[in-house]
Each structure stands twice: as structure tokens, then as C-alpha cells.
T-cell receptor
Framework: DVKVTQSSRYLVKRTGEKVFLECVQDMDHENMFWYRQDPGLGLRLIYF???????EKGDIPEGYSVSREKKERFSLILESASTNQTSMYLC???????????FGPGTRLTVT | AQTVTQSQPEMSVQEAETVTLSCTYDTSESDYYLFWYKQPPSRQMILVIR??????QNATENRFSVNFQKAAKSFSLKISDSQLGDAAMYFCAYRSAGGATNKLIFGTGTLLAVQP
């Protein structure tokens, strides 16, 4: 079974803090994704990576950065958390040539 | 740019009945993929069904089937014999078949309640 894990299910941070969200997949997938999920807006792509050290901006990259130093790990970084970044964050991975994207369980981040 | 629209924020169905969730999309591409994902209260997104645009035959997975109307850009999901475990948020999604972009474009979701 493909497994995508995220470092935390729930996270509470203060405004201005630097926040790291970690995602790890165990199936050697080339492609990894970070989404943000908000009620009424569905899932919106923040960043994705198609190889180690490669990254591309998604639809809403502002206020976020990413890091992919190893194939299995894709980190989302909030340099200075703001209250409008309170949301559910979902990580996903997919192997090239496959249609199925596998999702992690999500991290519900609250910024106060 | 491609867009995906789910016009039903919430739906309800009686157990054992059939329900249809609507999805429309906008694209100028001829080759693409369409998906339905399910997100139960546990939050783990699961792929329910996939349709390739070049295939005329509607995809079916057990109790789940789609009605794919390419000309109308419509992609509805039918759930037959609904079960309590079908209660979840359902997302319709689009992905281009070509190009360097691998991303999925999601609709806003439909929350399905199943009444016992």
C-alpha cells in the first residue's frame, strides 16, 4: 500500500512564526504536491515538485516556500505565518505515468 | 485556464437509494482526464473513479459510475445502493493529458449525507 504521511494532524502556531509542514511518501514517487483546502474553495495547489530539488509554483504560492532534498520528503514552509494561512493542508504524491494521486491525512493548521 | 464547477454544495440520500452528483468543467483541450475523489470525515482523500476523455464508454467501479458527456463538458457521479460509509465530501477533478503540468484542478466539493 502506498503511504503518504504528514508530520502533524493538528498544529497551532502564532502569527509571525516560521512553520514547517512535512510530508513523506514511501513509494518512490517522482511527483509530490502541496494543497490547501478551504470550505467553499475546494483544493488549491500551492507548490509541486517533479523531482528532487525541483519545484514549481502552483496557483497560490504567495507566503509559502517548499523544499525537496530527498525524493521521499516534501516540506512546506510558511516563513512568517499569518492568520489567513489558517487552513487544512494536504500533501499528495504520484508516480509519473500513473493517474492516481495518493493523499496524506492532512494537517489542520491554526494561526493565532 | 481550466475550471471545474460543482454546483451542489450539499446532497442527501436515503440508504440503499441512488444519488447523482454533478460536475461541469471548462477546457479548450481535447485530451484530459477526469476524476472523482472522496474525502470521508477521516480526511484521507481516496480516488473513486477515473475517466479518460478519449474513451466514450462511461467508467464504472462497483456501485459508482459516471455519466461523461464530452460535448456538454459534464461529468456526473452516480452512487447506487448508497451506504452509510458513502457519506463524505466528494470532489470532481480535471487533469490535462499533455504538457509539463501534472496538477489536478479541483471543484469546490459536494458534501453527501446518507440517511439511515
Amino acid at each position: 500500500d502506498v503511504k503518504v504521511t504528514q508530520s502533524s494532524r493538528y498544529l497551532v502556531k502564532r502569527t509571525g512564526e516560521k512553520v514547517f509542514l512535512e510530508c513523506v511518501q514511501d513509494m518512490d514517487h517522482e511527483n509530490m504536491f502541496w494543497y490547501r483546502q478551504d470550505p467553499g474553495l475546494g483544493l488549491r495547489l500551492i507548490y509541486f515538485s517533479y523531482d528532487v530539488k525541483m519545484k514549481e509554483k502552483g496557483d497560490i504560492p504567495e507566503g509559502y516556500s517548499v523544499s525537496r532534498e530527498k525524493k521521499e520528503r516534501f516540506s512546506l514552509i510558511l516563513e512568517s505565518a499569518s492568520t489567513n494561512q489558517t487552513s487544512m493542508y494536504l500533501c499528495a504524491s504520484r508516480t509519473s505515468g500513473s493517474h492516481e494521486q495518493y493523499f496524506g491525512p492532512g494537517t489542520r493548521l491554526t494561526v493565532t | 485556464a481550466q475550471t471545474v464547477t460543482q454546483s451542489q454544495p450539499e446532497m442527501s440520500v436515503q440508504e440503499a437509494e441512488t444519488v447523482t452528483l454533478s460536475c461541469t468543467y471548462d477546457t479548450s483541450e481535447s485530451d484530459y482526464y477526469l476524476f472523482w475523489y472522496k474525502q470521508p470525515p477521516s480526511r484521507q482523500m481516496i480516488l473513486v473513479i477515473r475517466q479518460e476523455a478519449y474513451k466514450q464508454q462511461n467508467a464504472t467501479e462497483n456501485r459508482f459510475s459516471v455519466n461523461f458527456q464530452k460535448a456538454a463538458k459534464s461529468f456526473s457521479l452516480k452512487i447506487s445502493d448508497s451506504q452509510l460509509g458513502d457519506a463524505a465530501m466528494y470532489f470532481c477533478a480535471y487533469r490535462s493529458a499533455g504538457g509539463a503540468t501534472n496538477k489536478l484542478i479541483f471543484g469546490t466539493g459536494t458534501l453527501l449525507a446518507v440517511q439511515p
